[in-house]
């Protein structure tokens, strides 16, 4: 994805000045205006050490989708642990920030694109809060593309991801990204399937989303760091009523109506 990053941006290396507390291995930064991109010797799920020694305003992910199905895929997600970190990165029960008004334009933005590049055999969709980085103060998107290695180095899904990651950073920086009223997401699966309804037919942005496979056992104060980590003017909890356990969806409610947060089923 780094070739199309080059191909738009007038890019220029600079020399990296990495903590001690990083990992070892080859770090590259390049430098075009405001943009800074940093290559990195491991998987970006692990790298809550940028909490030392990187300082800015949106961090933003370029990264390839695995999945086991196959499933060929155009992705956007938020960052974040519910339960206990296992092999995910992160840390157990804390959530990233998130911007919820560049979440619904990311995935506008690839829906779009999509269609007028006529990507056809990929689904454009979103993911539930899933794996690191987790502690960072700064809001997080994550984009992916693929499903296969064959996937991986599709070079019109790997343009689109780069063109839409570029595209956002763009309108971010030139303070042209539209607020919106934001969801926070509890229950269904992991792909999302009636938040993405809510999403194709109003005009929300979207913060953290809990999937039903992470409720059990799960402490219902996290529900807190959710709604204080989605960043938006508007927000309200999303309850897909056939997508959670009656247990956890009445003690969900029954938190979000203690502290007066706006919330619907869908």
């Known amino acids: 994805m780094f070739t199309f990053f080059e191909k738009q941006l007038d890019l220029q290396e600079k020399q990296v000045d990495i903590p001690s507390s990083w990992p070892e291995g080859t770090y590259q930064e390049f430098q075009a205006g405001d943009i800074t991109i940093l290559l990195i010797p491991e998987s970006q799920i692990y790298t809550d050490y940028f909490q030392e020694g990187l300082s800015c305003n949106l961090l933003v992910f370029a990264s390839k989708h695995s999945s086991a199905a196959g499933q060929k895929a155009l992705l956007v997600h938020t960052t974040g642990i519910w339960q206990e970190e296992a092999g995910h990165g992160g840390r157990d029960h804390e959530l990233a920030f998130v911007r919820a008004d560049l979440m619904g ?133 999303l309850v897909d009523k056939k997508g959670l356990r009656a247990h956890d969806r009445d003690r969900f409610i029954a938190f979000i109506e203690k502290n007066d947060w706006n919330w619907q089923f869908t």
């Open 105 to 237: 334009y990311a995935y506008d933005k690839i829906k779009q694109y999509q269609t007028d590049r006529g990507l056809d055999q990929y689904w454009t969709g979103i993911e539930c809060t899933h794996h690191g980085p987790t502690a960072l103060s700064m809001p997080i998107i994550y984009y992916e593309a693929g499903g296969t290695k064959e996937e991986w180095n599709d070079l019109d899904a790997c343009e689109l991801i780069a063109d839409v990651i570029i595209e956002t950073i763009t309108d971010y920086l030139q303070d042209n990204i539209p607020q919106r009223e934001a969801f926070i997401g509890l229950g269904g699966n992991h792909y999302c399937s009636s938040f993405i309804k809510t999403l194709d037919e109003q005009h929300f942005g979207f913060g953290h989303i809990l999937p039903k496979y992470a409720t059990k056992k799960l402490p219902v104060q996290i529900l807190q760091q959710a709604f204080d980590k989605t960043i938006a003017e508007k927000k309200l909890f």
